[in-house]
């Protein structure tokens, strides 16, 4: 199975800020990842999916990198409704998920 | 933009089934592959249990084998999740998900979840 690790696990930001949580994979999985986003009692929204590309109505301060092992997602300027928990997810064989990054305010 | 609502969630003693539903709407079910996707309290996500546009791909997670039953209905836009011998461990907030078409697929649409609860 592949594994997925987030950092960090938690995050302090403030409205403005640059925010980039990393994702890696335990073993390749080109660029098959996703990453949602949940805000607490809610579903989950897909952002980002195949590493780098906006799922469509997601605003452009949110972008995607990475391909192979290591993965980034960064949120240029964070704004109030930011504030969440983002996971990302592989795909490249069957679905795993990370264990999640939590946005707080600071 | 489709929607999928979520039903059937509960209160269940361990040993004991219930049933979720997913009523989709606003795209062609059919032409999708739908997946439940679960969350523990205060834990991550876990995908469960997905089956293909026809039925003739499924896949279970190995702790729901033998004991959780998936399905679809393409004439009603319905899906199913037959849980039987539940375990505490079970408990969780049940999510369908529609996988986005292509291959390999990501989870596009999200209902909003209903939680069962196992306990004694």
């Known amino acids: 199975d592949i594994q997925m690790t987030q950092s960090p696990s938690t995050l302090s930001a403030s409205v403005g800020d640059r925010v980039t949580i990393t994702c890696r994979a335990s073993?390749?999985?080109?660029?098959?990842l996703a990453w949602y986003q949940q805000k607490p009692g809610k579903a989950p929204k897909l952002l980002i999916y195949?590493?780098?590309s906006l799922e469509s109505g997601v605003p452009l301060r949110f972008s995607g990198s990475g391909s192979g092992t290591q993965f980034t997602l960064t949120i240029s300027s964070l704004q109030p409704d930011d504030f969440a928990t983002y996971y990302c997810?592989?795909?490249?064989?069957?679905?795993?998920f990370g264990q999640g990054t939590k946005v707080e305010v600071k | 933009e489709g929607q999928l609502l979520e039903s059937g969630g509960g209160f269940i003693q361990p040993g004991g089934s219930l049933r979720l539903s997913c009523a989709a709407s606003?795209?062609?079910?059919?032409?999708?592959?739908m997946i439940w996707v679960r969350q523990a309290p205060g834990k991550g996500l876990d995908w469960v249990s997905g089956?293909?546009?026809?039925?003739?791909?499924?896949l279970y997670v190995n702790s729901v084998k033998g004991r959780f039953t998936i399905s679809r209905d393409n004439s009603k836009n319905m899906m199913y999740l037959q849980m039987n011998s539940l375990r505490a461990e079970d408990t969780a907030v049940y999510y369908c998900?529609?996988?986005?078409?292509?291959?390999?697929?990501?989870?596009?649409?999200w209902g909003q979840g209903t939680m069962v609860t196992v306990s004694s």
């Open positions: 998900a529609r996988l986005s078409r292509g291959s390999p697929s990501v989870f596009d649409i």
């Open positions: 606003g795209f062609m079910f059919s032409d999708h592959a």
């Open positions: 089956l293909s546009g026809g039925s003739d791909t499924i």
């Open positions: 073993q390749s999985i080109s660029t098959w």
């Open positions: 195949k590493a780098s």
């Open positions: 997810q592989q795909y490249n064989s069957y679905w795993t």
